[in-house]
């Protein structure tokens, strides 16, 4: 069994990484993302090409969704679900 994430939502604010080390931290953070968990992103521009190396990297994998969009901030929330096959027990 898992709970559902009651704390607040880990919230990554892109604008504040040195932009040689962005993907690298999200990809860091999303791979320590338990299922079921989600966090947010903030940038200020659509962070479009993150999503598709993270589908390249993790296809189906992770959810994506806009939180706002522009047009002076940008906000998505990526989400793990649990998969057919994640073996986690949490389903
Ligand atoms: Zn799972």
Redesign the pocket.
């Known amino acids: 069994m ?1 709970t559902t994430e009651t704390g607040a939502t880990p919230l990554i604010d892109v604008r504040m990484i040195a932009p040689f080390e962005r993907h690298q931290r999200i990809f860091d953070m999303l791979g320590a993302l338990g ?2 968990a989600s966090l947010i992103i903030v940038n200020d521009h659509d962070p479009r090409p993150l999503r598709a190396q993270i589908e390249m990297r993790h296809p189906g994998e992770y959810s994506w969704e806009y939180l706002q969009q522009g047009p002076d901030l940008w906000r998505v929330e990526i989400g793990r679900p ?2 057919s096959d ?6």
């Open positions: 898992t299922h079921g649990h998969t994640c073996g986690c027990g949490g389903h």
